[in-house]
């Protein structure tokens, strides 16, 4: 019932910066603002892993390899949320995917498409 649409991703030399938008649809819940969202990435033979998640301002999170370089945010008046990307480094190459958790119902996980970001050195 909610779709999950990403943009934004390209090529960008390293040390570049990109902006990815993920702006969900749909059947709304009337709790998003309270529900986690997040971007992972997977990069070719590797595992999907766990870029960076927010809940508000004050609860985000971050793995280590992006930390001080990316920058989540979100804005629920427009149901999206985005991935500032800068520093880019070629490790950064994967593709991203929005992801909504909402456990209350009936579809309690929610990915997107994905966008190919790619860092060339």
């Known amino acids: 019932q909610v779709q999950l649409v990403e943009s934004g991703g390209g090529l960008v030399q390293a040390g570049g910066s990109l902006r990815l938008s993920c702006a969900a649809s749909g059947s709304i819940s009337s709790f998003f603002r309270l ?3 997040g ?6 033979g590797k595992q999907r892993e766990l870029v960076a998640t927010i809940i ?5 999170n971050y793995t280590d390899s992006v ?3 990316f920058t989540i945010s979100r804005d ?3 149901n999206s949320v985005y991935l500032q990307m800068n520093s880019l ?3 950064d190459t994967a593709v991203y995917y929005c992801n909504l958790k909402q456990p209350f119902s009936r579809y309690p996980e929610v990915w997107g498409q994905g966008t190919l970001v790619t860092v060339s050195s």
């Open 35 to 37: 529900n986690t969202m």
């Open 39 to 44: 971007w992972y990435r997977q990069a070719p």
């Open 56 to 60: 508000s301002r004050a609860n985000t």
């Open 67 to 69: 930390k001080g370089r």
């Open 76 to 78: 629920n008046a427009r």
């Open 89 to 91: 480094k070629p490790e």
